[in-house]
């Protein structure tokens, strides 16, 4: 009696092991290293203090797309205030691109907001597109 349940639960455990990786169920994206996450929070850290086009941190932290989208302008204030960063977390990455939460004193309040990256050049650049 006791051969034919063990039986049983190992037949149990086997069906509900191939179900898991029929399904896909259980598996997930691998875990940021500790220089992405690094190289994200200090992006956009750096991101959120950038007031102008001409600021040489636009370049270094921003993607090429979103700095398509402001390609021929000068000296354009693109903020009109800078946010105190208090954390960035909640990082995802998939691939080459990744999701994080940013958390900052916005004009007296507090505020989240979650932002686009992609990796470009070995690099992760901001890229806070309308369609992404």
Do not use: H
């Not at 691998?30 to 220089?35: G, K, R, S, Y």
Request: aromatic fraction near 6%.
């Amino acid at each position: 009696m006791l051969i034919l349940i063990g039986s049983a639960v190992v037949v149990f455990l086997t069906v509900a092991a191939v179900a898991v990786n029929l399904t896909g169920a259980g598996t997930r994206e691998p875990e940021a290293t500790e220089q992405d996450v690094a190289q994200i929070e200090s992006t956009l850290r750096r991101f959120l203090q950038i007031t102008t086009v001409d600021d040489p941190a636009f370049v270094a932290v921003t993607c090429t797309a979103y700095r398509d989208t402001y390609r021929g302008l000068r000296k354009t204030d693109i903020t009109v205030y800078r946010p105190d960063v208090l954390s960035v977390d909640r990082i995802r990455i998939t691939g080459d691109s990744a999701t994080a939460r940013v958390r900052a004193m916005v004009l007296g309040s507090e505020e989240e907001k979650t932002f686009d990256l992609v990796r470009e050049d070995g690099a992760w650049k901001a890229c806070p597109l309308p369609d992404r």
